[in-house]
């Protein structure tokens, strides 16, 4: 009995100290170097890429969702979102920005299974080392830094841009539209995968949902989450939308993985082994993010958004962005 008083008052101990970071230690947007800043950490200590594998999204449970392998379903949504954009059907050699490709995991996917030719982007120089080091020789997929917000590339660079879960980090939604569209090829395929707010246009929230918004911002470094609508409206606004932004609301296939992202903690208990009470004490600290999250998506306040969309031929066109319909 002694002894299971004496785990239990060590396991509360260590919740509230969790919980504790996680109140005192926010990682509020500041700059495009808090993004890097909290990239490189979390690519440095190892723990997310122990529990998440090599790819930091999330997963993708079918529809309707049944069960699966957390680490599965990740690599799975990779493939479903290459399906539903239509990229199954373009040739190997084919070029391909990966836009926040964090340490390579969709990138390595495109090159190997599909044959084309990768450029992965990130804004944290240990996600390159890191997506470096995983990737095999002969894999045609390479890494850089860079700035989604003022990518390096010139006009027409690219016969596909992909991006997975980078917009919130994104603190001008206009500038990221304009950005992926400007270095897709006329002809070129652009599809984006994001979390995105409720449009509150339509439906303002309410008391409870702007405190738990609030929190989902400053928890991991995002200054504003768009909406489905907002950020078609942005890329249309561009002007170099060949018609329209066709969407699609993946928040079903892609819920089941907030808890199984808990979960992995209990089923991996190597972990605790590997990287010791800080270690869970971190890990921890993300529960109640995690726990915010399918509170969010699962009630509506959050929509897990597909894009896809066709450049124009048009090279030269240009637009007055306006960043008055980004959602936050």
């Not at 700059?31 to 800043?37: F, I, Q």
């Not at 190997?112 to 995983?134: C, H, M, N, W």
């Not at 509170?295 to 959050?302: D, E, P, S, V």
Request: glycine share 8%; hydrophobic share 45%.
């Amino acid at each position: 009995m002694n002894w299971l008083l004496s785990t239990l008052g060590i396991t509360l101990a260590i919740l509230a100290i969790g919980i504790a970071l996680y109140l005192i230690t926010a990682r509020r947007y500041q700059s495009s170097d808090s993004v890097a800043n909290s990239y490189d950490e979390w690519t440095e200590d190892g723990i997310l890429e122990f529990y998440w594998g090599e790819h930091i999204h999330l997963g993708h449970y079918g529809s309707p969702p049944r069960r699966k392998n957390f680490l599965v379903a990740k690599s799975d949504f990779v493939h479903e979102m290459v399906r539903w954009g239509g990229l199954d059907k373009l040739s190997p050699g084919t070029t391909v920005i990966d836009v926040g490709c964090g340490i390579g995991g969709s990138s390595r996917i495109l090159a190997a299974d599909y044959g084309f030719d990768v450029t992965g982007v990130t804004i944290s120089p240990q996600q390159v080392k890191r997506a470096t080091e995983l990737t095999a020789e002969g894999v045609s997929a390479k890494f850089m830094v860079d700035d989604a917000m003022a990518l390096s590339f010139p006009d027409a660079s690219f016969d596909v841009v992909w991006s997975i879960e980078a917009g919130p980090h994104m603190p001008d939604k206009a500038v990221f539209a304009r950005e992926l569209i400007r270095v897709l090829k006329p002809g070129g395929i652009l599809v984006v995968a994001d979390w995105n707010q409720r449009d509150d246009r339509q439906i303002p929230l309410n008391f409870w949902e702007k405190p738990v918004m609030r929190q989902l911002l400053d928890q991991w470094s995002h200054p504003a989450f768009s909406s489905i609508e907002g950020f078609s409206e942005l890329l249309e606004a561009t002007g170099f939308v060949e018609g329209e932004v066709v969407t699609a609301d993946w928040t079903k296939e892609t819920l089941p993985s907030w808890l199984d992202s808990i979960w992995q903690g209990v089923a991996i208990p190597a972990g605790l082994l590997k990287f010791g009470v800080s270690g869970l004490i971190k890990s921890l600290r993300e529960v109640p993010t995690l726990l915010l999250m399918r509170l969010a998506f699962g009630t509506g306040l959050c929509r897990f958004g597909m894009f896809r969309a066709l450049r124009n031929n048009s090279l030269s066109k240009s637009a007055d962005v306006s960043t008055e319909t980004v959602q936050v």
